[in-house]
């Protein structure tokens, strides 16, 4: 079982609606969190980074929170734009390995 | 600066035939690591280097070798193509490992298919 579970698999809205993005993990004790996004046929870009005592975070239209006691992390983004369409991959940083755990990515469509 | 560049592209490869991915980095980052992603899955570290002259293995480490003989420069090989070795391979690089700034840089990917 992976370490990091997301959900959607994939999401389709409407351009100009809002949105919400679920990462749950088991990887205990932690590091950092981060949110990436992944335009289709480019490398993971890093939106987001919070640490185990951070409760949100903020990039433009982008909002992440974490709850690190039931292990959840959410992105939200506001207002979507056709830009927004990508893939967002939370990965998760154990606090004594260097070896990230990589979620497999909610694919994101906006629609006009 | 243009970060992290890979070459090639794209590739088709025959079962049993060898190639070397390139990957370079212009951000004088010590950390170079390598990774696949199959449809579905999240990333999955092959190798990783902390420094010129030193590699370790990660989670899928089978099929593959890397060498690190500049800061630059994190060439992952592949001696006897294999179909479960098709995939789209990433190289990312980070200034540290740990840590809030551990930010991990991602090249544009190769994708690379073993017929």
């Known amino acids: 079982k992976n370490q990091v579970e997301q959900s959607p698999q994939s999401l389709i809205i409407l351009e100009g609606k809002n949105c919400t993005l679920q990462?749950?993990?088991?990887?205990?004790?932690?590091?950092?969190l981060r949110w990436y996004k992944q335009d289709t046929g480019r490398g993971p870009v890093s939106l987001t980074i919070?640490?185990?005592?951070?409760n949100t975070k903020s990039n433009g239209r982008y909002t992440a929170t974490l709850d690190a006691d039931t292990k959840q992390s959410s992105l939200h983004i506001t207002a979507s734009q056709l830009s927004d369409s990508a893939s967002y991959i939370c990965?998760?940083?154990?606090?004594?390995?260097?070896?990230?755990?990589f979620g497999a990515g909610t694919r994101l469509t906006v629609k006009p | 600066n243009a970060g992290v560049t890979q070459t090639p592209k794209f590739r088709i490869l025959k079962i049993g035939q060898s190639m070397t991915l390139q990957c370079a980095q212009d951000?004088?980052?010590?950390?170079m690591y390598w990774y696949r992603q199959d449809p579905g899955m999240g990333l999955k570290l092959i190798y990783y280097?902390?420094?010129?002259?030193?590699?370790d293995k990660g989670e899928v480490p089978n099929g593959y070798n890397v060498s690190r003989s500049t800061t630059e420069d994190f060439p992952l090989r592949l001696e006897l193509a294999a179909p479960s070795q098709t995939s789209v391979y990433f190289c990312?690089?980070?200034?540290?490992?740990?840590?809030?700034?551990?930010?991990?840089?991602f090249g544009p990917g190769t994708r690379l298919t073993v017929l």
């Open positions: 919070m640490t185990f005592s951070e």
């Open positions: 990965v998760v940083r154990p606090l004594n390995n260097n070896d990230m755990r």
């Open positions: 951000m004088n980052h010590n950390y």
């Open positions: 280097s902390v420094g010129a002259g030193i590699t």
């Open positions: 990312a690089s980070s200034r540290i490992a740990g840590g809030p700034l551990n930010e991990q840089f």
């Open positions: 990462c749950n993990y088991t990887v205990s004790p932690f590091s950092n």
